[in-house]
Nanobody, 125 residues
Framework: QVQLVESGGGLVQAGGSLRLSCVAS?????????MGWFRQAPVKERDVVAA????????YYTDSMKGRFTVSRDNALNTMYLQMNTLKPEDSGVYYC?????????????????WGVGTQVTVSS
């Protein structure tokens, strides 16, 4: 079973940047897992932000993040990243990383079987 721990969240002004990290541990082969980032704002559902394939060659972004966020992974370090630039107040929320073993590029919460505890991102206006 994979354990996931996010880090890198914090408080930033609009227009600023943050880099989130998600480290996976356990008796795993990290490259066997498709990975994703999700965001949950208060009283809202957990929505996908970005996803990356097992190899890292394929990525997916929700429309509002395209051009501002970049997802990547380093399979040698068991780590996934989310570089967030030009942040907006509406980007605020708890960011979760997720891992799944279904084939392909995973884009919905139900595709993922393991979750981290989340890291808070707050963007002030």
């Amino acid at each position: 079973q994979v354990q996931l721990v996010e880090s890198g969240g914090g408080l930033v002004q609009a227009g600023g940047s943050l880099r989130l990290s998600c480290v996976a541990s356990g008796r795993i082969i990290f490259s066997n897992y498709a990975m994703g980032w999700f965001r949950q704002a208060p009283v809202k559902e957990r929505d996908v932000v970005a996803a990356v394939s097992r190899s890292g060659r394929s990525t997916y972004y929700t429309d509002s993040m395209k051009g501002r966020f970049t997802v990547s992974r380093d399979n040698a370090l068991n780590t996934m990243y989310l570089q967030m630039n030009t942040l907006k107040p509406e980007d605020s929320g708890v960011y979760y990383c997720a891992a799944g073993t279904k084939p392909g590029l995973l884009k919905t919460a139900s595709d993922f079987s393991s979750w981290g505890v989340g890291t808070q991102v707050t963007v002030s206006s």
